[in-house]
């Protein structure tokens, strides 16, 4: 069953600006990843950030773990039209001998 | 560098015909799975291993068959396609299946008519 759920569906925004996806989650994790989709291709990961972490950075990507609300949130600054996209969280739960369990994703569109 | 590879594609077949998709790594890594994606649903489980001659079911497991022969070798067989399962299939493969991030096929989109 699926563990991580994206919060907003669809986020539309302007070239310039900066995007935010959420990502809460039920049980406890051991990682959590996200990754982007480009229409029609596989996904790629983007960063991954473990449970004892509260931030990660990767070039323009943030990424937040607050475990004592089960959520997670990624921050793209300075959003450019190629960042269109649906990103999607992923986690691995408890011990970690699990594999990856994906949320249903959010569709970013950057408006050039 | 390859990364994994997917074929075919793209796929038509009719209700209660087989077939299988292939997919391979060079990456030399030890995991790897199969996943569906259907709108709205996300990715779903189907079936992984977690090294040669290893495998377990998913969260979706029903009608498909999976063997695991070699590293890079994750075949996945449908044994007699219905329409419910038309969707977009993606193998991924990783060093650890808890520890590292994925690495992504480009798909096969599967239409069963």
């Known amino acids: 069953s699926q563990q991580g759920e994206e919060d907003p569906q669809a986020l539309s925004i302007q070239e310039g600006e900066n995007a935010t996806m959420n990502c809460s989650y039920k049980?406890?994790?051991?990682?959590l990843q996200w990754y982007r989709q480009n229409s029609g291709r596989g996904l790629v990961h983007l960063i991954l950030?473990?449970?004892?972490?509260r931030e990660k950075h990767s070039g323009r990507l943030r990424v937040t773990l607050d475990t004592s609300k089960k959520s997670s949130s990624l921050l793209i600054t300075a959003s450019r039209a190629a960042d269109t996209a649906s990103y999607f969280c992923?986690?691995?739960?408890?011990?970690?001998?699990?594999?990856?369990?994906f949320g249903k994703g959010t569709r970013l569109s950057v408006i050039a | 560098n390859a990364g994994v590879t997917q074929t075919p594609k793209f796929q038509v077949l009719k209700t209660g015909q087989s077939m299988t998709l292939q997919c391979a790594q060079d990456?030399?890594?030890?995991?790897m799975s199969w996943y569906r994606q259907d709108p709205g649903m996300g990715l779903r489980l189907i079936h992984y291993?977690?090294?040669?001659?290893?495998?377990d079911q998913g969260e979706v497991p029903n009608g498909y068959n999976v063997s695991r022969s070699t590293t890079e070798d994750f075949p996945l067989r449908l044994l007699s396609a219905a329409p419910s399962q038309t969707s977009v299939y993606f193998c991924?493969?990783?060093?650890?299946?808890?520890?590292?991030?994925?690495?992504f096929g480009s798909g096969t989109r599967l239409t069963v008519v």
């Open positions: 991924a493969s990783s060093y650890g299946y808890s520890y590292y991030g994925y690495t």
């Open positions: 049980t406890s994790i051991n990682n």
């Open positions: 950030i473990r449970s004892n972490e």
């Open positions: 992923a986690t691995v739960e408890g011990s970690g001998n699990t594999p990856l369990v």
């Open positions: 990456m030399n890594h030890e995991y």
């Open positions: 291993s977690v090294g040669a001659g290893i495998t």
